[in-house]
């Protein structure tokens, strides 16, 4: 093979080349957002019952105490802790000068009078004895008390701190204001002053609070106490029972099975490398991925090749890997907020549902691997995702979405409730805000339908909006069929009813079948004086070229083709033009041919129609339903018999041709079919039903 082969050969593998370098970056991104840690073997819940063998300590650890009880020691340690209460020794010298002042105002406006006679003669005895008096009061402490601590009783502690010294006195041994004033008052009399009274309106006032709060040295203090809280309580030694089995998982019980997982994960990460998780991750990764390629290889193959289509698929493993992982980095939003069921229900409407199903699934795995969830989150999303595709939503219908969403949402309830009573046996206080999450988690699901058109016109696909927006006869193709080709629309509507009914009867796609049926012979509108419906008086075949004449009427193939596809008509329309005839013969202009010359039958090549032949059920309704339509109108008053043996000349001839090979149809579907197409010829007919005995009109 020379170098030009082997670059035309590389060119032509490149899409599976970029399609397995997607899957290999797919599985790495997705390992990589997987928790460095390993994971516990365990899965368990208060008030459960154990369900694996007896479970024995591999090794010692402390058992660590409950969140309420190292609330219970925090609380208690906090309230051991005494406010904190500073002196301000610059208060006390600041009312001395206070005193000392109103004091010689009062001596100038007394000195004349004999009443303080005593007063104006040893003035300094009764400055002495005021500012005396003040410094044992502020040496002792006036304390101002905040309000939440008036009300904490006389036995309430405080911490007076009194330089770099710190004491605790109750409340009923310090001063306030008012049992200052008091000591003054009541220590006057007793002062061997002549003329104590001279200092009762002067130095009482004097008196304000030297002792403060200080909030943050409070703070600082309790913050000190609570360094010395245990955060374990007890030791479970090597080969002591944790739990057996069948035994309920206790308060006791299941703070040992905390206190395991955190030692275990601790012993195993410090003796094992992260790249052996990480590794241990990814070939999990690779397994489920690699599983779901296969899959879609065996079971979906138009997703397989189609390159747009594979990325389509391979993006909701990508989306919502990295949306569980962000929401695990929080402690404010539950995964349960994530609508998983947008991923089915797109694809459901865009594709199948098997494959919506099993998206689901694989979405659901690689998600509950992801996060901290247990085997309670994988079932309810894997529940809820079933559901939501088996309630048959539509892209059309709003009242589908709704109808839908309800049963979900019923799907989630009604899957906790079960779960909280074979777990707990009753609902907990905590249960309330899982319903309010799923709620969440239903209303954002119906992104769902604005993302239907978004995501078709990326990805290529034709989804049920699409449809019905091309079945509309104001379609500019359609306009020009009816301008050019009325008769050939006329029949596009019969076969198009026709098709619908049967699709119906055997649960085929009856949208894609009527759109396929109305846009199946748009090529006659180049030649459309070529096509019997649409002739009038004269007959373009009547010049006796028919080997030509087969060529213009097999070319309504190939030109209808070009025309849709530049129209911009989905390739999934675009088929029913290819295959409504497949690679059966222009058997009319064939047999005329033949007449007249001997070489007829090797000639019989140029009287095919190229095909290919229909593949699925709805190409296969669509062939047998526009057969049937153009060969009943050659019956001249049909009676039912005609109309059944019509049919089934019609189906057995594609049949024995080969036709249906290649088709999904089924023998049964078909016979399904059959019955409805007579019954619907008939009505057009407008035959009637015959009964025994009944005499004609």
Known sequence: MNMAEIFKTTLRRLPDIGKYALVLLTITFIAFLFPDAVRFGYQYDLGSVWSYTDLYAPFDFPIRKSQAELEKETARLQSEVAPCYVLAPQVGRQQKGVFEEAFRKQLEAYRNDEQFGDVVRNPRKYLDFGTGILDRLYSQGIVALEAEHESGGSNLVLNIVKGNTTQRYTIQKLLTVDKAQSTITDSLPYSRLVNAEFLLPILPDAVIP????????TQRFRAEQMTGLAAYGGMVMKNDLIIGEGQVVTEEIYQKLESFEEAYTHEIRGGRSIWMVLLGYLMLTALIVGIFVV?????????FNKFSWFVFILMWLLGYSYLVYAIEQTEVISLYIIPFCIAPIVTKILYSDRLAIFTHLVVVLIATFLSSMGYEFALLQLLAGVVAVMSNPDGRDWSRLFRSLGFVYLTYSLGYLGIAFVERGTLVADDRYFFGWIFLNVFLAMLAYPMVPLLERIFGFTSSVSLLEMSDLNRPLLQELALKAPGTLQHSLQVAHLAESAAQAIGADTLLVKVGALYHDVGKTANPEFFIENQTDRNPHDNGDYLESAKIIIRHVSEGVQMAKKANIPEVITSFIQTHH???????????????HKEGESMESEFRYPGPKPTTREQSIVMLADSLEASS????????KDIDDLVDRIVSGKISNGQFEES????EELEICKKVFQARLKSIHHIRLEYPGEQPD
Do not use: C, H, M
């Open 664 to 667: 999904q149809l089924s023998f």
């Open 633 to 640: 109108k050659s019956l001249k008053n049909p009676s039912g």
């Open 582 to 596: 497949g690679t059966t013969r222009v058997e009319y202009f064939f047999r005329l041919y033949t007449k007249d």
């Open 210 to 217: 030297n002792l403060f709060y200080d909030d943050s040295l």
């Open 295 to 303: 899959y879609l290889q065996v079971y979906a193959k138009p997703i």
